[in-house]
């Protein structure tokens, strides 16, 4: 499966199965070593809310979170413009985040099982853990402590855990050396103004086991 720019393509996040997050994007452009996604306000996603339609607090304990039953919801994406990253066999994504105004916010490193590929898009497990990397390099991990609560309820074994926090490290030395994407100059990159938020693709579901 390959796509061509303007395609509008899927990125589905499973967890032991069934989707619990998708979201739509424009195809950048789409080559062996480096797949690009845009994202901007108004594509539509879904995501986890709970069985009677309400969305999930952030502040419920994890283990709570993790045990109820997944079910969608349609939403859109709100305010930021996202480029996301993707080169096939790494262990993460890298998006690039810019405010409504296009002034660039940074770079988000989603810690994710290599993608693979499908009739909607990409498919990945979320890792959960996660680093942010400001306009000027400076960078921090994001969610360690869901991360720990992740591994307590069995959601990762200490083994994958560590590998998962290794491949970070991996990605923070890059950030350190000032290596790609860091050095890409995408900061400038802009998506094609034909480009409208898209109808959500209706075979989206396609391969999900609820
Ligand atoms: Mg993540």
Do not use: C
């Not at 452009?29 to 069985?51: A, C, N, S, V």
């Not at 923070?172 to 109808?199: H, L, M, Q, S, V």
């Amino acid at each position: 499966m390959h796509w061509h720019a303007g395609d509008v393509a899927l990125i589905r996040y499973r967890r032991l199965g069934p989707i619990t997050y998708l979201i739509s994007s424009h195809v950048v452009d789409d080559r062996p070593e480096l797949t690009r996604l845009y994202t901007g306000p108004g594509h539509p996603m879904k995501r986890r809310i709970r069985t009677d339609g309400t969305f999930l607090p952030r502040d419920i304990p994890y283990a709570e979170a993790y045990a109820m039953p997944v079910v969608l919801g349609d939403i859109a994406w709100q305010t930021n413009h996202l480029l996301r990253l993707i080169r096939p066999g790494d262990a993460h994504d890298i998006s690039l985040f810019w405010s409504d105004d296009w002034s660039f916010r940074g770079w988000y490193v989603n810690l994710q099982d290599p993608v693979t590929r499908n009739a909607v898009g990409f498919d990945s497990a979320d890792h959960v853990l996660d680093i942010w990397v400001a306009p000027d390099g400076t960078w921090n991990w994001k969610d360690e402590d869901e991360f720990t609560d992740a591994v307590a309820v069995g959601r990762f074994t200490t083994r994958q855990a560590d590998e998962i926090r290794r491949e970070g490290e991996r990605v923070i030395a890059r950030i350190e050396a000032g290596g790609w994407p860091f050095d890409a100059g995408y900061e400038t990159w802009r998506p094609d103004p034909a480009w409208t938020a898209p109808e959500m693709p209706a075979n989206w579901d396609i391969g999900n086991t609820p």
